[in-house]
């Protein structure tokens, strides 16, 4: 199982913030292909330009391999406080 | 020390807390961010934060910047969900020996908050809402502090 | 505002009512001078004041400022007397709709008020009292402000 | 009758800091010569570096006519709050 946070607008795009994949995917790239697949739109979003990438809380770029539990969060541009 | 909150706060009682006992500190300077009506534009404000990530960005943030400053202590409070006009968003408070620390510090955190920490943004106005990024000025105010550019040598 | 007290005073009650009702500010700074130990070297700080004419030079020159920076509103309220360690000596807030306003005016404001407004500082220590002159950060820190000097045409 | 008052080390020196002089000297000068009269050294400070001079709560240099009922308060170096 992997839990996906969206935030801001992506959030507000796909019409949820908080799922739960199971079995989790193997990767960053395969997750993003899973989440691309069952909602297009939503995976064109997450390619955009801006959008970052938290796996445990932690920034990661390129792919990252996902262990069960993981905790992956895409974050739009940040607008600061 | 920094928290995230999702209810209303007081500014003051925070600032008479950050005050008390300090028998060598000489300064404290604090920044209250009130939310603005905009002329009924804006009816509410809508934070976004992400628990554990956000506050662990403010706080190595805020660390870094105590020891830049030299400063005693610092007190960052911020708001997170709906907040009406009037209220506070965000309040950072400072405490060094002499004043000059302790307001760079606070002006230094702000640009920092404003400008680069992890929140999302939402305007709830008449017409509906909208998502905001950070201004032109708010960009501009935060690269106030950044170290020259090194030319290629 | 500007006021002067011999009763000591809480900085954040001030910051409370400063804040309060303002759906239009956006941005609150504030600066807070407490007395300080010097690790026992001041034992207490006594301050003099000339009532009408002090609390008139600070309005007069505070008044000038809300104009320069464009603050909705300001708060001065200082201490007279006798000022133990860890008591607040003075307090400034500054309201306006933006961070930037805010901050350079409270930072100003207290330029001023540290190095040109009409008080008479004593310190009183184990080894007896003696008056203070303004150091000269404090004057360089005042100067920042002034207009550059003009080139003789 | 002028009042006179003394500010911050004036005071400390003169052992004073507020007093009435009936009748009223014409001028400042004329009570810069009666306080000097009074006291020699207080009268040396009061002419010493950076001591300002309040008429009615209002800064003059040089001399100034004092009518009846006038303050007259001699300020040392401002040391700031």
């Known amino acids: ?81 | 020390m920094i928290t995230l909150t999702d209810q209303a706060f007081d500014p003051g009682a925070l600032l008479t807390g950050f005050c008390a006992g300090r028998t060598e500190t000489g300064a404290v300077a604090s920044f209250t961010g009130l939310a603005r009506a905009e002329g009924g534009d804006a009816l509410v404000l809508e934070l976004e934060a992400y628990p554990g990530f956000t506050d662990a960005a403010i706080a190595g943030f805020a660390d870094a910047a105590k020891t830049r400053f030299g400063l005693q202590d610092y007190l960052i409070v911020h708001r997170t969900g709906r907040i009406a006009p009037g209220e506070a968003i965000v309040f950072v408070a400072t405490a060094a020996g002499h004043r000059r620390a302790a307001f760079e510090a606070c002006d230094f955190l702000m640009d920092y908050l404003k400008s680069r920490a992890p929140f999302w943004k939402k305007q709830h106005g008449p017409d509906g809402a909208r998502w905001i990024e950070p201004t032109s000025q708010d960009r501009t105010d935060a690269t106030r502090w950044d170290p020259p550019a090194q030319e290629p040598s």
């Open chain 1, 1 to 81: 199982m992997a839990r996906v946070l969206l935030f801001g607008r992506l959030a507000d795009l796909a019409g949820w913030r908080d799922r739960e994949i199971d079995p989790a995917p193997a990767s960053l790239t395969a997750l993003r292909t899973a989440l691309a697949q069952a909602d297009a739109t939503l995976g064109e979003a997450l390619d955009g330009p801006g959008v970052q990438v938290a796996v445990d809380k932690v920034l990661v770029r390129g792919d990252a391999i996902l262990a069960a539990g993981t905790e992956v969060a895409f974050l739009p541009p940040m607008s600061g406080g």
